[in-house]
């Protein structure tokens, strides 16, 4: 749903607030993210999702770090995990390097967006820049070894003081082992991959369905696309292939 402070969520298990802090200043973003918050906090929400996009985008001014770190601080947290990976659109992160497809990410079409190229595809290296602490690498071996071995790998980056840990990723069963592992942890933030992880951890304790927010409609509908990313253009000429279509 759209933020709007007032609305109370009724028989749902989860909520979802849709806010426009991907490219504002960073102490907008951070105003708009930690508002939304407070609403979540009186809802009684147990975790705290903050989803960003599966090829990172930001600068060495934000909006991802910012927006964690504000978010850490408003709950208290001192530890929290990087995982933007998204295996099934080929956005997968090996060694703490983010690939769109078989690409590293500095040399995909990211490289020339229009508000955040991205010259850097080393996630650690990329979160430091505009966060507040050190970000380690949980390498896909660990993962490969199942939730114990995950978990141990994360109980040493904090213990060894680093703030931010950084998921390898590179299939589905990656993400389900990252959901089981951090389906407690009160913020977690990372693309629409780890949702999902978490979201078959939740189903299995037998959280009810969440209440359908929207329902389908009939009638005619239109499809607009204002960017001009790479991925965006393909997407746009294959529509065009099958429906009709105007460019302004």
Excluded at 83 to 106: C, D, E, I, W
């Amino acid at each position: 749903m759209m933020f709007q402070p007032g609305a109370q969520p009724e028989g749902c298990d989860a909520v979802v607030i849709s806010l426009k802090t991907r490219s504002c200043p960073a102490q907008e973003a951070i105003k708009q993210s930690l508002a939304a918050l407070a609403w979540l906090k009186k809802q009684g929400c147990q975790q705290v999702y903050f989803k960003y996009c599966s090829t990172f985008d930001s600068t060495a001014e934000g909006n991802i770090g910012p927006v964690t770190d504000a978010l850490m601080v408003a709950l208290d947290t001192s530890f929290t995990v990087i995982s933007p990976a998204l295996p099934v659109n080929g956005r997968t992160v090996y060694q703490g390097y983010l690939f769109v497809m078989k690409h590293l990410l500095a040399e995909s079409g990211m490289r020339h967006h229009p508000i955040n190229p991205m010259t850097d595809s080393y996630l650690p290296r990329l979160m430091e820049a505009q966060a507040q602490g050190r970000c380690g690498v949980i390498p896909a071996q660990a993962l490969d070894e199942g939730v114990a071995a995950t978990r141990a790998a994360l109980s040493r980056l904090q213990q060894e003081g680093y703030r931010y840990a950084v998921l390898d990723a590179l299939n589905e069963r990656h993400l389900e082992i990252q959901g089981e592992v951090l389906r407690d942890t009160p913020l977690v933030t990372g693309g629409s991959g780890l949702a999902m992880g978490l979201a078959r951890q939740w189903a299995k304790r037998g959280a009810s369905q969440a209440r359908t927010a929207g329902y389908p409609l009939s009638g005619r509908a239109v499809v607009l696309s204002g960017s001009c990313s790479q991925m965006t253009n393909q997407q746009v000429a294959c529509y065009r292939q099958h429906a009709p279509h105007t460019r302004r």
